[in-house]
């Protein structure tokens, strides 16, 4: 079993030295986690065991076999893409989806975000424009600004 400590590149950068792929399928969670394992498409085994908060990107090379490139790929997932029909929109559906401490995703198309009943509820409620789609979950991110992350193991509290 590959242990796999560093992304080698992405597909695209390494296009010369590439002449086929064997895909590992991870949805948003697995590529948002340093340490799991894995099996290809083609039947390769790899653990991963990434530097702690690195997130794992759509066409990321994670392993060479001679020419043969193991790429991480997204899979499929169920989501919403919020379609915002203004500026004032934006901002609602921006802040809400943000103060429910959702992952978002920005495409050409919207505003992508994991299929949740009460997410569907509040857009519905709000009058914002929305679909179910199932398709990977890759867009433009943006993190949090500063270091502000969450131990589950305290009372967390926001004024908003």
């Known amino acids: 079993m590959a242990i796999v400590t560093a992304v080698l590149g992405t597909v695209d950068g390494m296009r010369g030295r590439i002449a086929s792929e ?4 991870l949805n948003s969670e697995e590529r948002a986690s340093a340490h799991l394992a894995a099996r290809s498409e083609g039947g390769r085994a790899v653990r991963i065991s990434l530097p702690r908060g690195t997130e794992i990107n759509d066409g990321d090379v994670l392993a060479l076999d001679g020419t043969t490139a193991v790429v991480a790929r997204a899979a499929p997932e169920a989501l919403y893409v919020v379609r915002p029909e203004d500026a ?20 050409e198309a919207g505003m992508l975000t994991p299929a949740d009943p009460m997410v569907a509820d509040l857009l519905t409620r709000l009058g914002i424009a929305f679909e179910e789609r199932t398709m990977p979950f890759v867009g433009r991110r943006f993190g949090a600004h500063g270091a502000h992350h969450h131990d589950h193991d305290h009372d967390h509290h926001h004024d908003h």
């Open 22 to 25: 064997d895909p590992i399928l």
């Open 88 to 107: 004032f929109t934006w901002g609602v559906a921006g802040y809400q989806l943000g103060n429910l401490h959702r992952p978002v995703r920005f495409t």
